[in-house]
């Protein structure tokens, strides 16, 4: 992204604010007049003084009065200054504090109609995409801080003191005027130099800041194998590489400092010696008060450019991090596709025909699958980790497309569905339980936002898990994730029967439950079933021998179907997974110890 692109692209970010701009605009163009005014009042006091001096009758009096209205003047100036850049920062601020907020708000609003292939794709995992948001509206709302606040006030300055100076004098104009080039060409190979260097530092800031929150994350692990040593000298390493790269930008940044100093210090000289030499040879207008007049102004010429390097970097820093950003808020083709139908009722029969899918990743997790998943039943899922079984699920909540293939519900094509109305029909329990950071109501609400408290507890009830919430010392208004996994799952499934949907999957709800709470939400799930489209995605066989219809899945393929006892007798991959799963149960000395 080029500069024009980057301006285009925060344009219509600036212009709610377009009042704020004309405010610091004008305050700027005011300031900048204000600045000169030191220049000014120095050179006709200094003149002033200068015909005293010279005078036979002098008298204290014209001492006194010049002496008075210089006070005035310059403490005048002072404090209309003082409140103009006040006023000018306020504003300038102001206005990057509220397009930080909107960029932020933009890009997540936009992040949330995003489908889910967008979340799954590498370049977009979690941390990435936070740094890529944060960093974006970090340095996009810098530009705007460095174009109101910084830049144009001391470029307004800069133009207008060298305009004072052409206007005294041509040729003091024109050194004051070659000064600059100079200076910026010393800037530009200062910023250069430092380019790399500063990209370096970029990367070694995730890598710290990835090195802390991996330690934090693992702490327990770290621990019980006595790592600390190794993590810490890895991030050793890091701190070295950090420690380096700050000495030699550091080394880098003060000898062109020193340069440009160098550079300013024989413009000055150049300036006071041209101006002496004009006032000596009686040029016209040349007054001894035009020394300190145009050393001030030429003051102010250079002073943006020493701020120049700054603006620079931050301006890279910025192309660099705006294209990330504004990738995220144009790309209109990762927004998630909906159509338009809405049924009176959902039934909940789903039918695939011929489905193939393929993550954005490459991994090809579905290969021909056919299946008829009927309302009123339970329908199981069954096959070996990453045999596609959570993949089908996302599949029919609309989460991905299939590659090729249809899929009907109620004899309509998915894709056709109002999402929203379609979602709004879906409840679901994953085996990671999404609890959100917030109470317990608050969390089973999420089910449906418009429930009674009357309802909730009725939901807490159903998932077995009200008396557990009754114990705790702020009941229903005790955050959430304090609970423990098992609680936490059936915390979800309140949610899902506080949501009442007629199609629900479960993927592998009673997984972190114990063996009384699986045996509870096995009842209310039976309890549920009625009129309902249940698929449950499960590794217990007590769940799975209960079910309607079973898909046997193997590598994203339907290897068997049909009713447990019947496929069981064919035998194949569901009796390998069954009879597996019975000898890890140790079924035999169960029956044994209980008999
Ligand atoms: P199961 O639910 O049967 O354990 P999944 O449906 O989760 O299996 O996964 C099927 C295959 O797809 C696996 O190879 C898995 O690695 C892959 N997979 C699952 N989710 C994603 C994803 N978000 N991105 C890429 N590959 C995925």
Known sequence: MNLWGLFKNLQIYVKPYKWLVFLTLLLTLVGSFMAQVNAIVLDKTIDAINALIGVEDFAWGMAA????????????????????????????????????????????EKMLTFRMAFFSRDDNE?????????????????TVQNFFIDLLPLFTSAILALILMFLANVYVGLVALCIVPVY????????????GWRRDMRTYREA??????????????????NRERIEGDKQLDIQNQVTSNQMQTRKISFYYNAVKTFVKQVGTVLVIILTAYLVLIDYPGMTIGKIMYHVLLFGNVVAPITQLQRIFDDMNDALIYAEGF?????????????????????????????????????????????????????TAFVGLSGAGKSTIVNLLDKFYEPECG???????PLQEYDTQFLRENIGIVLQKNHIFDGTIEENILYGNPQASHDEVVEAAKKAYIYEQIMALPHTFQSKANQLSGGQQQRIAIA????????????DEPTASLDAIATEQIKNSIDAIKQDRTVIIISHSISQIIDADMIYALKEGHVEQSGNPDEIYKKGGIYKEIIDASARSLNIEKIVNTIS
Not at 208 to 225: C, D, L
């Open 406 to 412: 249809t899929i009907l519900l109620d004899g309509v």
């Open 495 to 506: 949610r899902m029967f506080l949501k009442n949907p007629p199609i629900i999957f479960l």
């Open 208 to 225: 710290k800041s990835h090195g802390i929150m991996s330690i934090i994350e693992s702490i327990n692990v770290i621990k019980s194998f």
């Open 326 to 378: 504004f990738s995220i808020l144009n790309s209109d083709d990762e927004v998630e596709s909906s159509g338009t139908y809405r049924s009176e009722k959902i039934l909940g029969n789903f039918e695939l025909s011929h489905v193939d899918f393929t993550y954005p990743n490459g991994t090809k997790a579905l290969r021909d699958v056919n299946m008829k998943i009927e309302s009123g039943k339970i």
């Open 126 to 142: 979690t941390g990435k995409l936070q740094t890529r948001i944060d960093q974006g509206v970090g340095s996009l709302s810098r």
């Open 65 to 108: 009065r010049i002496l008075t209205i210089i006070s005035i003047v310059l403490l005048g100036k002072e404090i209309l200054a003082a409140l103009i850049t006040f006023a000018q920062q306020y504003f300038g601020e102001r206005m990057r504090i509220l397009i930080s907020r909107d960029l932020a708000q933009a890009a997540i």
């Open 184 to 195: 910026f060409i010393i800037t530009y190979r200062q910023a250069r130099k430092l380019k």
